[in-house]
């Protein structure tokens, strides 16, 4: 199942990112795809957000992750942006925290795809005129059951 939904601006991103932790499995992981400035981490603060984390949200854009109690466990968010090698991630106790997450954000994913766990759902973010345009795309059971259960009880964009 793929989703495509238009977002006027940052706004309508930190609202979409509500709606995805409203509607959050037990345990999900999402990668977060696009450009410099195309939203992801605007999107990854708003879930974070939403599931109650409070204070400063950093960036792991030098620490490569940070990690956030919130109900149920974990949430991990991962930026991956400037890793030189895939193997670098060997060393962050990503073991550790496969036990502990209950969510995974990670931006950047393909560079370090051999040590990442697999997605539940994939999204591309991309500028477009004044607003982004967001693709949604399933990858597991878990991801099209929660962008079913996000069409079904939110008017969630349009399926494609």
Known sequence: MSV????VDSAATEALGAELADAL????????????????STLA????RRLGVSGAIK??????????????????HLDLYRLAAAEELDFLGLDE????????LIEWPERGLAHLPAP????R?????QGREIGFE????????????LNAGRGFGGVS
């Open 4 to 7: 495509r939904r238009f977002l």
């Open 25 to 40: 499995p037990s345990r999900a992981v999402v990668y977060l795809h696009g450009e410099l400035g195309a939203g992801k």
């Open 45 to 48: 603060r708003a879930m974070l």
């Open 59 to 76: 960036s792991p854009t030098y620490t490569l992750v940070e990690r956030y109690p919130v109900a149920g466990g974990e949430a991990a």
């Open 97 to 104: 925290l496969a036990i502990a997450a209950r969510l995974w």
């Open 120 to 123: 539940d759902l994939d999204l």
């Open 125 to 129: 973010l991309a500028l477009s005129g």
């Open 138 to 149: 399933a990858r597991s059971a878990v991801g099209q059951a929660w962008l079913a259960s």
